[in-house]
């Protein structure tokens, strides 16, 4: 049976979101105002879709026939810049409730919370965030540094997968260290899915002689 | 107890210092907040106020209204 764009949409939209959010739901933490959760949600599906990039990065054959490569980079473009732009806010929208509530300032928050060195999960977490930025930037300066230093894109895109697949790994880290609602349900299904993600990039990049053989199908001699 | 869980504490130690009756401690091994004396709460909320990551939920039930200079 053949995957149709239809079938293929649904297994994403229910793979990258409507299981992010059910766990989000089953995560044995006490829910809090609208704002913060809308807020946590936010963030969660944001994680989702970036790992669910991996999956739109030429790894499956399936979807670059159903949709098309130029359809396929579009979308890969378009809900990478988003869902960096809700993580590199991530610290921002942490402290933003406070605005709302008496308390510790919001910029007194920013300032404690980024400055807790002796914590593991907030240095992985600022390290996470400068990765992210470089990953950003570097796509959005691609044609200007594939001229300046005069490489291939075939080797950008691996520079890119490889910072990709290494602020995957830590982001996780970060996540399962502080996160709320990463705990054993949601931290381990995002692991699987980065799992499976850098296992198919890896695959894509790994030299020629390593790759399956091509398959005979459609092949007359 | 009335801090129901702490939940992606950093660490920063501002609830030990902002509560008023020495319930919260930092765990050595953890480097997170623990509590170290629930008997001794007053349900004040300083350290949920002044905790920057806002990782400490309250019992509902338990809960005093928060009393703020403006109303
Ligand atoms: S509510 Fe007040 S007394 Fe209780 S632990 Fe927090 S700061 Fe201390
Ligand atoms: S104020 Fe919050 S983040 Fe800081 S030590 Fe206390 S619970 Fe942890």
Redesign the interface.
Known sequence: MKPTRTRLAFAAALLFIGLPLLLFARAP??S?TLL?DSLSILTILAVALLLGQFFLARTIPAVQRAFKPPRVQALHRWIGYGAITVLLLHPFL??L??YF????RPL???V??LT?F??L??LLGLACWLLLLLLALTSHLRMRLIKRFRISYRAWRGFHALLAAGFTGLALWHAIE???HTGWLLGGFFALLAIAGIALLARLYLPERHRPAPQAEGLHI | MTIKSIHGCIGCGECVQSCPCDVIRLDPSSGKAVIAYPEDCQICHLCRLYCPVDAIEMSPEKTLPVITPWG
């Open positions: 933490v006490p809090r913060k942490i402290v409730p406070r509530e008496p308390g510790v007194d928050a920013l404690t919370m807790s002796d914590t999960g907030v502080l996160g709320r």
